[in-house]
């Protein structure tokens, strides 16, 4: 990469508060759009939760409704990046679809259901009984009852396509400020830890940190997060073909319960190691490691692919999702305070979702018609009739 700019500019057309996948896909819709786009981020380039989590972009694991409509076009969004900006290569960008298997008869019957809505939405999902999915996946455990394979599912490395989403929106002008802290936020631009940007609009793209940037501008959104671990294997021969899970994920992604919910998710990567997640739990940003957590990650992903048994884990991360009450991201301007948008809550699906959240802002700040219905991610949608906001 080459060096970041040091000096912030006077002014800029809009100022991007994050410079994690949310910012860059930003960063990279507006300069795309003309826009003098100023990226600034207290800490380095995807050093936030961009950092620390996979890089699935999926539709296998949402339900017809607004985030499957996103899902769906940030999918289209994706394959057209990388035919005219981005080089797929360089930010790992596979096609291999997913496959989603059920271990009981009552497991399977509850995914076929959901398949079938998903067809109905636009969903490329095909039923498979027992007996194909050795071919699918030839290392899977015996026994399972069923799956459904999911050929749009694809992967990148997020903090590659962050870093080239970047990179790229420089390119057009674009500046790129680390190690700068947004301070305040008002209608005429941002205070920062390095002097003022003026701008007449901000994009507030801080990810799990959104909440404390939306006050900075005198606004509260519900952001909080969600904590989620991943172990990796040491480097493997190609053994998993697609990315896989177990049908108890979508209910576990679904859930809002605070307590720890693990299920299997399983995948390889272009540098031979396995990602096996997925944790979920909302304990703050407590950042300890618990063994526990960990052995049931490991204890799941064998039973899935017990090949994975005698394979060593050589470390392991966590990340905090962003996560809104009603598992939708918050993506528009914000009414309560105009010169505001937001792009934020994204959860767990803010890689795969990110294309299409980008022109989701750049259709708000250039006043253009929005390619999916912007309502369902409206940011003042958790404010009740009274104008308070619910206890999250
Ligand atoms: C274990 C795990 C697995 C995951 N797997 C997937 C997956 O497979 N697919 C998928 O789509 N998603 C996945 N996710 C979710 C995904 O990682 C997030 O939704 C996404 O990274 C959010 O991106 P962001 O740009 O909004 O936030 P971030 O990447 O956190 O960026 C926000 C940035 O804002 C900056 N910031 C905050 N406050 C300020 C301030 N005051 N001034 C300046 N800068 C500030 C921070 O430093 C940070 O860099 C996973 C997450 C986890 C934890």
């Not at 394959?79 to 981005?86: G, K, N, Q, Y």
């Not at 501008?217 to 991943?230: N, Q, S, T, W, Y």
């Not at 957590?293 to 905090?320: D, K, N, Q, T, W």
Request: with cysteine; charged share 20%.
């Amino acid at each position: 990469m080459d060096a970041m700019t040091d000096r912030l500019p006077a002014s800029a057309d809009v100022v991007i508060v994050g410079a994690g996948v949310i910012g860059a896909a930003c960063a990279l819709g507006a300069a795309e759009a003309g826009l003098r786009v100023a990226v600034v981020d207290r800490g380095p380039i995807a050093g936030g939760t961009s950092g620390a989590g996979e890089g699935n972009l999926l539709v296998s694991d949402k339900g017809p409704g607004p985030e499957l409509a996103l899902a769906l076009h940030s999918r289209e969004r994706w394959l057209a990046m990388v035919e005219s900006t981005l080089d797929a290569e360089a930010i790992e960008l596979e096609t291999k679809g997913g496959l989603v298997v059920a271990a009981t008869p009552g497991d399977l019957g509850a995914l076929r259901a959901f398949s079938r809505g998903q067809r109905a939405s636009g969903v490329a999902a095909r039923d498979l009984p027992a007996d194909a999915l050795a071919e699918y996946e030839p290392h899977l455990a015996k026994g399972l009852s069923g799956g459904v394979s999911y050929p749009q599912d694809m992967q990148v490395q997020p903090m590659l396509a962050t870093a080239h989403m970047l990179r790229a929106a420089r390119r057009l002008g674009a500046t790129v400020h680390t190690g700068v802290s947004v301070t305040g936020i008002d209608a005429s631009g941002v205070r920062t830890s390095r002097g003022r940007i003026a701008s007449p609009a901000v994009v507030n793209a801080a990810g799990t940190w959104a909440g404390d940037v939306a006050r900075l501008a005198g606004v509260d959104l519900p952001i909080e997060p969600r904590r989620g671990f991943i172990l990796v294997t040491e480097p493997l021969p190609a053994l998993i073909r697609h990315k896989v899970y177990a049908a108890s994920y979508v209910s576990a992604v679904a859930s809002g319960e605070g307590d720890l919910q693990t299920s299997p998710v399983v995948e390889g990567t272009r540098s031979g190691t396995v990602l096996i997640g997925s944790s979920r739990e909302r304990v703050g940003f407590d950042r300890s490691y618990p063994l526990a957590v960990l052995r049931r990650l490991a204890a799941e992903a064998v039973a899935l692919f017990p090949v994975l048994a005698s394979v060593h884990a050589i470390r392991s991360y966590r990340g905090f999702r962003p996560y809104a009450p009603d598992h939708l991201p918050v993506i528009g301007r914000d009414p309560r305070a105009p010169h505001l948008l937001h792009a934020c809550g994204h959860e767990g699906a803010g890689i795969g979702l990110a294309p299409g959240t980008a022109d989701l802002v750049v259709a708000a700040l250039a006043g253009t018609a929005a390619p999916v219905d912007p309502a369902p991610f409206r940011p003042d949608r958790f404010v009740d009739a009274h104008g308070e906001m619910p206890h999250v």
